[in-house]
């Protein structure tokens, strides 16, 4: 079955503790992204990959590191958390820049 | 930056009932995407539009590129408790960085 994946798919952690949200998928997709959606504001694009070793910043990049080492897998880094990086988060990957973007199922995550 | 306006914001309607939502920029995108969002759930692609002018129908949902590629709608004929959700538009305007509005919330009473 085509799916995004993401682990966790609930955390919740203090402030200053690193901590790592995976994504992967298994349809060979180029493009890969991280979004973050909070209640008023939307969905607002993180960081996103173009392919392996490919990655730029999105709208909101401040407080999160990622990396794509392999094409399948694309983590979300947050090296001291925050309780403003409360949120809902949303994996998603395509095979173009202009492709259908499918999204994982979600991580809701709670710094306190 | 949010370039994409979304309106209304929230609508409540009974079964039955037609709608249109509105997706809007001064932004030129050179295609613009509709997603449905459920609750707990991620968001899954409705279409995609490409050319100004464009309509594409899908059963009871029917939208529109608008001719100058800034502007697009959703039109849902005949609502049913089950259209009742999250619909997103997205697009981008430069660059590859996708661009979401923040979305109209639909609920759909029977």
């Known amino acids: 079955e085509a799916q995004v994946t993401q682990n966790p798919r609930y955390l919740i952690t203090v402030t200053g503790k690193k901590l790592t949200v995976t994504c992967s998928q298994n349809?060979?997709?180029?493009?890969m992204s991280w979004y973050r959606q909070d209640p008023g504001l939307g969905l607002r694009q993180i960081y996103y990959?173009?392919?392996?070793?490919?990655?730029d910043k999105g709208d909101v990049p401040e407080g999160y590191k990622v990396s794509r080492k392999e094409k399948r897998n694309f983590p979300l880094i947050l090296e001291s958390p925050s309780p403003n990086q409360t949120s809902l988060y949303f994996c998603a990957s395509s095979f173009g820049t202009g492709g259908e973007q499918y999204f994982g199922p979600g991580t809701r995550l709670t710094v306190t | 930056t949010q370039l994409l306006e979304q309106s209304p914001q929230f609508l409540s309607i009974q079964e039955g009932e037609n709608l249109t939502v509105y997706c809007n920029s001064s932004?030129?995108?050179?295609?613009l995407q509709w997603y449905r969002q459920e609750p707990g759930e991620g968001p899954v692609l409705l279409v995609t539009?490409?050319?100004?002018?464009e309509v594409k129908k899908l059963k009871r949902l029917t939208f529109q590129f608008g001719d100058a590629r800034k502007d697009s709608s959703l039109h849902i004929t005949a609502a049913q408790p089950g259209d009742t959700g999250l619909y997103l538009c997205?697009?981008?305007?430069?660059?590859?960085?996708?661009?979401f509005g923040k979305g109209t919330s639909l609920l759909v009473t029977p």
């Open positions: 997205a697009g981008r305007p430069s660059g590859y960085a996708l661009n």
């Open positions: 539009v490409v050319t100004g002018g």
């Open positions: 990959s173009m392919n392996v070793e490919v990655t």
């Open positions: 932004s030129v995108f050179s295609s």
């Open positions: 349809m060979n997709h180029e493009y």
